[in-house]
C-alpha cells in the first residue's frame, strides 16, 4: 500500500516534466511578440532587444527550457514579461482563490447530489425525484457562465441579496492572511463579518459551477442506489431487521459511492478547466481571470505556470481517488 | 398455539403483463421442534411463501389476497412494519441461498454481524446476556463479544481475527457460516432458510446441513427449509411440505409422505432423485431418515 503510493507519486514526475516541455515548446512556437508588446508601440529596437536579453529570450530554445526547468524546482516560475512580475508568486496570490471556489463548488455538489441521488433512488417516480431530474436535465444542458449572468440578474440585480461581483467589497478589507481562503482566514481570525461578506460574494460563482457537477453526480448516484437497492445483501439485511435508514446510509451508501467517486475525481479538472468564464463573469480574481489577461498579452510564463498547476492538481486528485477507492471497495488490491 | 400457523395465504404479483395469482391458499403449521422441508419445482411458489412470512414483499407489486399468517398467535398481516422489524433478525432469522451474493461486500463480516446483533439486543437485551435498559455501551460492547462467540460457534478457527475479513477474503462455505451466524445471533425462534446449500460445492453442503441440523437441536425452534433436494429432506427434516404451482399438494411428517405418496407429482419427485442412500453415507450419524426404510 505504502509502496504503491511512493511509486504512484514518483510517476507524476516524468508526467509533469513532458508536460512542461510540450507547454514551453507550444508556447515558443505560437507567433506573437509578448516584449514588442509590453514595451508598447514608441520602443526603440535598442530597448525591445535590452528587454529580450532580460527575459534570456536571446538564447537558444534548449538553453531557455533548462532555465525554465531549474528554476521550476527552485520555486522561480519565470516572470511576467507584462507585470514584471515573478509568475510563481502571482500563482501563490490567484490559486487560493479559485480553489476556494472550485471546492466550495465541489462540496455543495456533493454534499447535495449525494443524498439527492440516494432519496431520489429509494423515492424513485416521486415528486423529489421528478423535480430533481428535471432541473439536473437543465443544470447539465445550460452554460455556467449564461447561468452565472441569470444568477446576477435575479439574486444581485433585482433581489439585492447578493454582491454582484467580487470575492470581497472593493473598500473592505479581507481576512488576514493565513491560507488565502477568504472563508477559511476568516474562521480562523473569528472574523465573523468577513466570513459573511466572503460567503456572500462565494455563493453565487460557486452555486453556477456547481449545478453540472451536482447533477451528474445525483443522477450516477441514483443509478448506481437502485442498483445496489436489488443486491440479494440488501434483503439479507431487511430480512435480519436493519432499519432503512442504517440500510440506506451505511450499507448502500457505501457500495454506491464506488461508481460515483470517479465522476467526482474527473469533475475536478472539469471544475478548475472552466473557471475561466465563471471567474470572467463575476469578476473573480482567480487564476481563470489571471490567465486571460496573460494569453491577451500572449505573455508565456504565466501561461506556462496556470496550466502545470492545473495538471498538478488534477494529478493529485486522480491518485486521491484512487486511494479511496481502496477505502470504498475493499476488493480493490493496490500493486 | 402454534409457532407457526399459515392459513389459506393467497398472494397476487403485479407484473406489466398484470396481476397473476401466485399463492393459492397455503396451509401450514409449524410447532418448535419441527423442521419442515418445503420442495417443489422452480417457480412453484416457495420463496415467496418464506419471504411471505418476514413481511418482505413490497406492495407493489405483491398484494395479499386472503389469509392470515400468525406467529405465536399474532397475524403478521395485519402488523406494521415496525412491528415486524421487531421481529425481524430476532424472533424469525432468515437464510438465503448465494452466500457470495447475501454478505455484503463492502464491510467486514463483523461489522454486519455486529448490527443484526445490536439490533436484537435492543428488541430484547437479554439476548445478549444483559438485564432490560442496558446501556448503549453495554449493549455495543456485548454485540461485539456476541459476534465472535457466535462465528467461533458456527465452526469458524480464529474467530477474533475472522470478524476482521472481508466477505470476498472467506470461501463459499465459510461466508454461509458467516450468514448462519447473523441468521442466528438474535436467537430467533424461527428459522427460514431458502435453499441454504444449494449454491455451495457438494462437499461443503453436508457440513452446512449438520451444522444448521445441530444449531436448531440445541435452541428447541422451528424452521422452515426451502430446498428442491429431496435427499436433504429425508436426511434433517421432520416434516415436509410439497408445493406444485403456489398450492401444496400434500404434507406431514416425512417418513410418511415419502413412503407413501398420496400425489403423482410427489412419486414423480421422488422417482427423480438419485438413489438417496448414495448420499447417506456423508451424513450418517444425524440421526436422519433412513431412506430404504421409507422405500
Ligand atoms: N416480483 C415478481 N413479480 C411477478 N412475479 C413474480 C415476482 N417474483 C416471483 N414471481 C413469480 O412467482 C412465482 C413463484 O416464485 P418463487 O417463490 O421465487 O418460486 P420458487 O422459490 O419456488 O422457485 C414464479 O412463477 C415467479 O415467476
Ligand atoms: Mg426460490
Not at chain 1, 524546482?73 to 507585470?83: C, I
Request: hydrophobic share 50%.
Amino acid at each position: 500500500m505504502l509502496f504503491y503510493f511512493i511509486r504512484r507519486v514518483a510517476m507524476l514526475v516524468p508526467m509533469l516534466l513532458g508536460l512542461s516541455l510540450l507547454l514551453f515548446v507550444v508556447a515558443r512556437l505560437l507567433p506573437g511578440d509578448p516584449v514588442g508588446l509590453a514595451a508598447g508601440p514608441n520602443a526603440t529596437p535598442e530597448l525591445i532587444e535590452r528587454l529580450r536579453a532580460e527575459f534570456g529570450l536571446d538564447q537558444s530554445l534548449p538553453m531557455q527550457y533548462w532555465t525554465y526547468l531549474t528554476g521550476l524546482v527552485q520555486g522561480d516560475w519565470g516572470q511576467s514579461v507584462f507585470t514584471r512580475r515573478p509568475v510563481f508568486e502571482d500563482l501563490m496570490t490567484y490559486l487560493p482563490a479559485t480553489l476556494e471556489l472550485v471546492i466550495a463548488a465541489l462540496v455543495i455538489a456533493i454534499v447535495l447530489g449525494i443524498p439527492l441521488g440516494l432519496l431520489t433512488a429509494v423515492y424513485r417516480n416521486g415528486v423529489l425525484d421528478y423535480v430533481t431530474r428535471t432541473v439536473a436535465l437543465g443544470g447539465i444542458a445550460m452554460p455556467r457562465f449564461f447561468l452565472g449572468l441569470l444568477l446576477q440578474l435575479g439574486f444581485a440585480a433585482w433581489l439585492g441579496w447578493l454582491p454582484l461581483a467580487g470575492r470581497f467589497p472593493l473598500i473592505g478589507f479581507p481576512p488576514e492572511h493565513v491560507t488565502g481562503f477568504y472563508t477559511v482566514d476568516a474562521v480562523l481570525s473569528g472574523d465573523w463579518e468577513g466570513l459573511r461578506l466572503a460567503l456572500a460574494h462565494l455563493a453565487m460563482p460557486a452555486f453556477a459551477m456547481s449545478l453540472s457537477p451536482l447533477a451528474t453526480i445525483m443522477r450516477m448516484m441514483r443509478a448506481s442506489t437502485i442498483e445496489v437497492l436489488q443486491q440479494d445483501y440488501v434483503l439479507t439485511e431487511r430480512a435480519l431487521g436493519l432499519s432503512s435508514r442504517l440500510i440506506l446510509f451505511k450499507y448502500v451508501l457505501k457500495n454506491a459511492m464506488t461508481s460515483t467517486l470517479t465522476i467526482i475525481g474527473l469533475y475536478v479538472s472539469w471544475l478548475l478547466g472552466g473557471t475561466v468564464l465563471v471567474e470572467t463573469v463575476f469578476d473573480w480574481p482567480g487564476l481563470g481571470l489571471y490567465a486571460t489577461q496573460a494569453i491577451l498579452t500572449q505573455d508565456f510564463m504565466p501561461v506556462i505556470g496556470v496550466t502545470m498547476v492545473i495538471a498538478m492538481i488534477y494529478l493529485v486528485t486522480m491518485l486521491l481517488v484512487d486511494l479511496l477507492y481502496g477505502v470504498f471497495n475493499p476488493k480493490v488490491r493496490y500493486s | 398455539m402454534a409457532l407457526l400457523d399459515i392459513e389459506n395465504l393467497g398472494l397476487a404479483m403485479t407484473s406489466f403483463e398484470g396481476e397473476t395469482q401466485i399463492l393459492h391458499g397455503i396451509d401450514l403449521t409449524i410447532e418448535r421442534g419441527e423442521i419442515w422441508g418445503m420442495v417443489g419445482e422452480t417457480g412453484s411458489g416457495k420463496s415467496l411463501t418464506g419471504l411471505s412470512v418476514s413481511r418482505l414483499i413490497p406492495s407493489p407489486p405483491g398484494r395479499y389476497t386472503s389469509g392470515a399468517i400468525r406467529f405465536e398467535g399474532q397475524d403478521l398481516l395485519q402488523a406494521d412494519e415496525p412491528a415486524m422489524r421487531r421481529l425481524r433478525g430476532r424472533r424469525i432469522g432468515m437464510i438465503f441461498q448465494d452466500p457470495t451474493t447475501n454478505l455484503n461486500p463492502a464491510f467486514r463480516v463483523g461489522t454486519q454481524l455486529v448490527d443484526v446483533a445490536l439490533h436484537a439486543g435492543r428488541a430484547d437485551p437479554s439476548v445478549l446476556g444483559l438485564a432490560p435498559g442496558a446501556s448503549a455501551r453495554a449493549l455495543k460492547a456485548a454485540a461485539k463479544a456476541r459476534a465472535v462467540e457466535m462465528l467461533d460457534h458456527v465452526g469458524i478457527t480464529n474467530p477474533a481475527e475472522r470478524i476482521r475479513s472481508y466477505p470476498h477474503e472467506l470461501s463459499g462455505g465459510m461466508k454461509q457460516r458467516v450468514l448462519i451466524a447473523m441468521a442466528m445471533i438474535g436467537k430467533p425462534d424461527l428459522l427460514i432458510a431458502d435453499e441454504p446449500t444449494t449454491a455451495l460445492d457438494v462437499s461443503v453442503q453436508a457440513q452446512i446441513l449438520r451444522l444448521m441440523h445441530a444449531l436448531v437441536h440445541e435452541r428447541d425452534i422451528g424452521v422452515l427449509l426451502i430446498t428442491h433436494n429431496l435427499g436433504v429432506v429425508a436426511q434433517i427434516c421432520t416434516h415436509v411440505a410439497v408445493m406444485f404451482r403456489g398450492r401444496i399438494l400434500e404434507k406431514g411428517p416425512v417418513r410418511a409422505v415419502l413412503k407413501h405418496p398420496s400425489h403423482a407429482y410427489t412419486k414423480a419427485l421422488l422417482d427423480a432423485v438419485p438413489r438417496a442412500h448414495t448420499k447417506r453415507g456423508e451424513l450418517r450419524g444425524l440421526g436422519g431418515i433412513d431412506m430404504e426404510a421409507a422405500e
